[in-house]
């Protein structure tokens, strides 16, 4: 008996299309990675550059840009 192969079934059933006519994917408005980088930097500057406080200069910067991104 021969062994089924799974793959060519799925393929012979569902054909992968991909057409260069798909609708755009529209992004979230909000900051990017850099920015929020750069936000977190600053941030960082301000508290007198204290280490081991990363985390939180990173989550305070999302959170002023993304609330400034939010209002336009």
Known sequence: MKPKNHSA????????????????????????HDEIRQRAYE??????????????????AERELNAKSAIG
């Open 43 to 60: 941030i960082h500057c301000e508290r007198g550059y204290a280490h081991g406080q990363d985390l939180e200069d990173w989550l305070q």
């Open 9 to 32: 079934d799925i393929d012979a059933k569902e054909p992968h299309v991909v057409s260069s006519e798909q609708a755009p994917v529209e992004m979230p408005a909000g900051p990017t």
